[in-house]
């Protein structure tokens, strides 16, 4: 019987995923225009899990290629990630504060659709609430080369 036991709780420490446990992830998908095909994405995909902040993800060769990001968040309502222009988190080429406002995961596909300068909230029952703050930049949704979790540098704003 005591092993049995000891075999249930390994058995079920190990039957849950190791993402299970984590609290948030950014999904940052490259698209292009012209890629769209019967597998439906036909994307590159980078995936961030939360408190790893990225200075620079160009190893993955992203930034040379032609097309534009979409993003993919899923997390805690609070759970905030600034996506940066430039690599080193610069501010020169725009960001994009993205703070959630339910626990529901949220798709975001284009990066350049919020007002300049201030907070603008999101509201869609499929796809959840969030609060965004843009600082842009010419063809910022095609240049995002580092992000931070947080609010980042907007902390100037006031929200």
């Known amino acids: 019987m005591r092993n049995f036991k000891k075999f249930f709780i390994s058995f079920f420490i190990l039957a849950i995923p190791a993402s299970t446990f984590a609290s948030a992830n950014l999904d940052l998908w490259k698209r292009n225009q012209f890629d769209y095909g019967p597998c ?9 899990t ?4 990225r200075a620079d993800f160009s190893e993955y060769s992203l930034h040379t290629r ?7 968040l899923s997390g805690p309502k ?4 600034t996506l940066f222009g430039q690599e080193e988190f610069a501010t020169n080429n725009g960001y994009l504060v993205i703070v959630k406002e339910d626990n529901k995961d949220i798709e975001i596909t284009d990066l350049e659709a919020f007002a300049p300068g201030e907070w ?6 499929y796809y959840g609430n969030y609060s ?7 063809n910022f949704k095609s240049l995002i080369a580092s992000i931070k ?3 980042g540098p907007q902390s100037e704003t006031g929200k």
């Not at 032609?66 to 993919?72: A, D, M, R, V």
């Not at 609070?78 to 990630?81: D, E, I, L, N, R």
């Not at 965004?132 to 010419?138: A, E, G, I, L, R």
């Open 40 to 48: 439906g994405h036909c994307a590159y995909l980078l995936s961030f």
């Open 50 to 53: 939360e408190s790893k902040d």
């Open 66 to 72: 032609e097309g534009y990001y979409t993003i993919n």
């Open 78 to 81: 609070g759970t905030a990630v």
């Open 120 to 125: 603008t909230s999101v509201n869609d029952d």
């Open 132 to 138: 965004v703050f843009y600082t842009p930049h010419q």
């Open 149 to 151: 979790w947080g609010k």
